[in-house]
């Protein structure tokens, strides 16, 4: 029964904060989004010049060996030999799968986002589900997470933006560094 007995529903206030909580969930899938997409990126770019560099070391390792150039043939083997050593560590192309996989869930959950009603309800759900997908993640690359963050801020028109150095977004595929330095940017600015 409603309020006035007939059979109406009252209208529910939304609690306090709840807006904020989606707005933030609905960045937080946006920015996980991104993280995805440029890792893999990365591993699949990684994955492609790996292919040519053995393409081209095998057709000049044939050209250096017929040549008699015996000990560049040596030095370049060696080279590539480590090369593939570290491919195969890395395993850029199962990593680029996992990454584009991840990728694609976070746009599931992005449209499920967009098409679910304002509740308490549906915040919890979608957070789980957010949740369900961080659980396959791999440990975080937190320069690179970082370049996500501001890219979504970006597209959003925020106008604070984490301070990476250019070395920071370069090298931050592969080492993080430098947070001392973004510890006390983001202590400056509480």
């Not at 989606?22 to 990684?46: N, P, T, V």
């Not at 584009?100 to 986002?113: G, N, P, S, T």
Request: glycine fraction near 8%; charged fraction near 30%; hydrophobic fraction near 40%.
């Amino acid at each position: 029964m409603g309020i006035d007995g007939l059979g109406s529903s009252a209208t529910v206030e939304a609690r306090p904060g709840l807006s904020d909580d989606f707005h933030d969930l609905g960045f937080s899938i946006a920015k996980s989004r991104r993280y995805h997409e440029k890792l893999a990126h990365f591993y699949g770019y990684w994955r492609d010049w790996t292919r040519i560099a053995t393409i081209l070391s095998g057709s000049g390792l044939f050209v250096l060996i017929f040549a008699g150039a015996d000990k560049l043939a040596g030095v370049v083997s060696a080279v590539f030999a480590l090369w593939a050593m570290t491919d195969f560590l890395v395993d850029p192309d199962k990593k680029a799968r996992l990454h584009d996989e991840l990728r694609q869930d976070f746009i599931r959950l992005a449209i499920k986002f967009e098409e679910t009603p304002r509740t308490d309800e549906a915040i919890r759900e979608l957070t789980a589900d957010r949740l369900k997908i961080e659980a396959r993640e791999p440990p975080c690359k937190r320069l690179v997470d970082l370049q996500a963050r501001n890219d979504e801020c970006r597209a959003r028109g925020y106008p604070k933006l984490v301070p990476l150095n250019r070395w920071q977004n370069s090298l931050g595929y592969l080492f993080t560094f430098g947070m001392g330095r973004l510890e006390r940017w983001k202590a400056s600015q509480a």
